[in-house]
């Protein structure tokens, strides 16, 4: 039966998702999420954050998602122990290699491809089964149908991020940010002589990407044309098609938004808990207040 | 490799800018265009045109290597299965691609031909090289952001050669949208001619290159100075990235670049002012060394190059 897996990036919000009816809550860890030092949790609150979540028979899982650098990468490895003593059984992580050395060392871990892996075909669904992960995360702008072709290769559970900011570049595949401004920024977590990039969505900003796509720009070509350039962007629900995905063999419908503070994650949430209700009873989806989801509830500051 | 040896590649989208172009600097060429299928004549939707340009290339005595989107979907699998199946019956060397899933797709259907990643497949450690190693791939360019200190490392640990981009404009995104199709009208410029202009996006100092449904760094990325700390690394497979460009910009920079990478394999770094001066020729918005230095891709690190103040007169 699918899952409804919900973000949330401090204590306030894991309470407000818990409340809205979320099975599962994804949470970063401090220094090493990719949400940046907004959304992440320090390990006491990621140890209250395990035991509130299974007092409400959910689970919480944690985001490992920047790609750490080759001095790094002993430092997360080091954490993973520490981790599943506080009862975390589920990594999200977002570079090949972590993964599959993840996969060799932990083996009793269940790992998820980060929507940041960039999966989008069965192909790639394919790839991630072969090298041990136990989910992989697709985009919003997979349908249902294309969706149900990557759920048919089995043996993976297949995850679509249904809430999520569908930006002019996809997510995986930009490098803009830090070609335009690449500021190292202190590395939290005690790790004092490592510095992370603020500029860099995959080695895992501060929470700042600096949005440049969304900049106004000025189009020009060399025989003199000019315009104004806004790089499209969208706040990307598919809560229309939730039973499709239902019926696609989804396992997990996930919501992007780490960063939302937890009176706009609740609603969010219960909003997309009573349409998986909804279709489970075959119903007509439930018509809510507001006929699209609010402006203010687009993701920032990923 | 023999010692000396080097492989100088470069790209280009159809067939017709490759009649245009001199290979003759180039070792090999990588055939197709990675961000859209609409692109005018791509050859990775016309089986016919991508016959023929594999003969052509491969006539001229260079390595004809297949590309491939750097984005698909399920419905594009089938298209690149038939671009595939001719670039194995021509004798293709290799295939490019910019997904795990076709890592995965080509080892499993097409195992005759050796596997390049591209930079869009996002390798970043060492690790990740080991996991390709175990699906046979034959070559990897590292992800764009990497610094060269990294990228050292990567090579040092693995056993997978690595490619480096040391000139053209550096990939920085690849979307599902072309910003230029709304611009048909006004323009007058109609699809696929209209990304094939000289399209930059300018605000205050930064500059990039749309190229419809891609964009690229708009200075040129420039590794020339550095070409003697390349190959010291140990690295000998090097491409000047120039699918958005002319085919004088191809044959002009990849002359440049041949001359200087034997210079460097003899251990002589010296750098002739005119190759600056074909660099300078062939820059709209000026130098710089993407991620190589750990800076903002913007920046030149280096003493050689014309500097951006005086591109910025031109």
């Given at each position: 039966?699918?899952?409804l897996?919900?973000?949330?990036?401090?204590?306030?919000?894991?309470?407000?998702?818990?409340?809205?009816?979320?099975?599962?809550?994804?949470v970063g860890?401090?220094?090493?999420?990719?949400?940046?030092?907004?959304?992440?949790?320090?390990?006491?609150?990621?140890?209250?954050?395990?035991?509130?979540?299974?007092?409400?028979?959910?689970?919480?899982?944690?985001a490992?998602n920047?790609?750490?650098?080759?001095?790094?990468?002993?430092?997360?490895?080091?954490?993973?122990?520490?981790?599943?003593?506080?009862?975390?059984?589920?990594?999200i992580?977002?570079?090949?290699?972590?993964?599959?050395?993840?996969?060799?060392?932990?083996?009793?871990?269940?790992?998820?491809?980060?929507?940041?892996?960039?999966?989008?075909?069965?192909?790639?669904?394919?790839?991630?089964?072969?090298?041990g992960?136990?989910?992989?995360?697709?985009?919003?702008?997979?349908?249902p149908?294309?969706?149900?072709?990557?759920?048919?290769?089995?043996?993976?559970t297949?995850?679509?991020?249904l809430?999520?900011?569908?930006?002019?570049?996809?997510?995986?595949?930009?490098?803009?940010?830090?070609?335009?401004?690449?500021?190292?920024?202190?590395m939290?977590?005690?790790?004092?002589?490592v510095?992370?990039?603020?500029?860099?969505?995959?080695?895992?900003?501060?929470?700042?990407c600096?949005?440049?796509?969304?900049?106004?720009?000025?189009?020009?070509?060399a025989?003199?044309?000019?315009?104004?350039?806004?790089?499209?962007?969208?706040?990307?629900?598919?809560?229309?098609?939730?039973?499709?995905y239902?019926?696609?063999?989804v396992?997990?419908?996930?919501?992007?938004?780490?960063?939302?503070?937890?009176?706009?994650?609740?609603?969010?949430?219960?909003?997309?808990?009573?349409?998986?209700?909804?279709?489970?009873?075959?119903?007509?989806?439930?018509?809510?207040?507001?006929?699209?989801?609010p402006?203010?509830w687009?993701?920032?500051?990923? | 490799?023999?010692?000396?040896?080097?492989?100088?590649?470069t790209?280009?989208?159809?067939?017709?800018?490759?009649?245009?172009?001199?290979?003759?600097?180039?070792?090999a060429?990588?055939?197709?265009?990675?961000?859209?299928?609409?692109?005018?004549?791509?050859?990775?939707?016309?089986?016919?045109?991508?016959?023929?340009?594999?003969?052509?290339?491969?006539?001229?005595?260079?390595?004809?290597?297949?590309?491939?989107?750097?984005?698909?979907?399920?419905?594009?699998?089938?298209?690149?299965?038939?671009a595939?199946a001719?670039?194995?019956?021509?004798?293709?060397?290799?295939?490019e691609?910019?997904?795990?899933?076709?890592?995965?797709?080509?080892?499993?259907?097409?195992?005759?031909?050796?596997?390049?990643?591209?930079?869009?497949?996002?390798?970043?450690?060492?690790?990740?090289?080991?996991?390709?190693?175990?699906f046979?791939?034959?070559?990897?360019?590292?992800?764009?952001?990497?610094?060269?200190?990294?990228?050292d490392?990567?090579?040092?640990?693995?056993?997978?050669?690595?490619?480096?981009v040391?000139?053209?404009?550096?990939?920085?995104?690849?979307?599902?949208f072309?910003?230029?199709?709304?611009?048909?009208?006004t323009?007058?410029?109609?699809?696929?001619?209209?990304?094939?202009?000289?399209?930059?996006?300018?605000?205050?100092?930064?500059?990039?290159?749309?190229v419809?449904?891609?964009?690229?760094?708009?200075?040129?990325?420039?590794?020339?100075?550095?070409?003697?700390?390349l190959?010291?690394?140990?690295h000998?497979?090097?491409?000047?990235?120039?699918?958005?460009?002319?085919?004088?910009?191809?044959?002009?920079?990849?002359?440049?670049?041949?001359?200087?990478l034997?210079?460097?394999?003899?251990?002589?770094?010296?750098?002739e002012?005119?190759?600056?001066?074909?660099?300078?020729?062939?820059?709209?918005l000026g130098?710089?060394?993407?991620?190589?230095?750990?800076?903002?891709?913007?920046?030149?690190?280096?003493?050689?190059?014309?500097?951006?103040?005086?591109?910025?007169?031109?």
């Amino acid at each position: 039966m699918a899952t409804l897996l919900a973000p949330a990036g401090s204590p306030e919000a894991i309470h407000a998702a818990l409340e809205a009816g979320a099975d599962a809550v994804y949470v970063g860890l401090k220094g090493w999420s990719r949400g940046g030092a907004r959304g992440e949790l320090d390990r006491d609150e990621l140890a209250r954050a395990v035991r509130q979540a299974a007092e409400r028979g959910a689970e919480l899982q944690l985001a490992l998602n920047t790609i750490p650098k080759p001095r790094e990468r002993a430092a997360l490895l080091a954490e993973i122990p520490g981790l599943t003593a506080l009862g975390i059984r589920t990594l999200i992580v977002n570079d090949v290699g972590v993964l599959a050395t993840l996969r060799r060392r932990f083996p009793e871990l269940s790992l998820t491809a980060s929507i940041g892996c960039g999966a989008q075909t069965v192909a790639d669904v394919a790839f991630f089964r072969e090298i041990g992960a136990d989910a992989i995360v697709l985009p919003g702008t997979v349908g249902p149908a294309e969706a149900a072709e990557c759920a048919a290769v089995g043996g993976i559970t297949v995850e679509v991020m249904l809430h999520m900011v569908e930006e002019f570049v996809l997510l995986g595949k930009c490098a803009m940010p830090s070609y335009v401004h690449l500021k190292p920024t202190a590395m939290p977590g005690g790790l004092p002589d490592v510095m992370r990039q603020t500029g860099s969505m995959k080695r895992g900003g501060v929470g700042a990407c600096f949005r440049i796509c969304q900049e106004p720009w000025e189009l020009s070509t060399a025989d003199g044309h000019r315009a104004a350039q806004l790089f499209p962007s969208r706040q990307l629900s598919r809560l229309g098609d939730v039973p499709g995905y239902l019926a696609a063999g989804v396992g997990v419908l996930k919501l992007q938004g780490r960063s939302l503070p937890p009176e706009q994650l609740e609603p969010l949430v219960a909003r997309y808990r009573r349409a998986i209700d909804a279709a489970r009873a075959a119903a007509r989806l439930p018509a809510f207040p507001e006929p699209v989801l609010p402006p203010s509830w687009t993701v920032v500051g990923r | 490799m023999e010692p000396g040896a080097f492989e100088l590649n470069t790209s280009v989208s159809n067939l017709r800018h490759l009649r245009a172009s001199d290979l003759g600097p180039y070792d090999a060429v990588y055939l197709g265009n990675i961000y859209c299928r609409r692109y005018e004549g791509n050859p990775l939707e016309r089986p016919t045109e991508l016959r023929e340009a594999i003969r052509l290339v491969r006539a001229e005595g260079r390595r004809a290597y297949l590309t491939t989107y750097a984005t698909p979907r399920n419905d594009t699998l089938p298209v690149l299965r038939a671009a595939l199946a001719v670039a194995v019956a021509e004798g293709a060397a290799a295939v490019e691609v910019h997904s795990l899933g076709l890592v995965k797709l080509v080892r499993d259907e097409f195992p005759e031909l050796p596997i390049h990643v591209g930079n869009f497949t996002n390798v970043y450690t060492s690790a990740g090289v080991e996991v390709l190693e175990g699906f046979g791939v034959a070559r990897i360019t590292p992800a764009s952001e990497l610094p060269l200190d990294e990228i050292d490392a990567i090579g040092r640990a693995g056993g997978i050669p690595l490619e480096l981009v040391v000139h053209g404009k550096l990939p920085l995104g690849v979307s599902e949208f072309c910003v230029l199709l709304d611009y048909e009208r006004t323009w007058g410029v109609p699809c696929p001619e209209l990304c094939q202009r000289e399209v930059f996006l300018r605000k205050e100092a930064w500059g990039l290159k749309s190229v419809g449904k891609g964009i690229l760094s708009g200075r040129d990325v420039c590794l020339l100075e550095h070409l003697p700390r390349l190959v010291a690394a140990g690295h000998r497979h090097f491409r000047v990235e120039a699918v958005s460009e002319s085919p004088e910009y191809r044959r002009a920079v990849g002359a440049t670049y041949r001359e200087a990478l034997v210079r460097a394999l003899a251990g002589d770094g010296w750098l002739e002012a005119r190759w600056w001066e074909t660099l300078a020729a062939h820059s709209r918005l000026g130098l710089a060394n993407g991620f190589a230095f750990g800076r903002s891709g913007m920046d030149y690190v280096g003493t050689e190059a014309p500097s951006t103040t005086e591109w910025r007169a031109r």
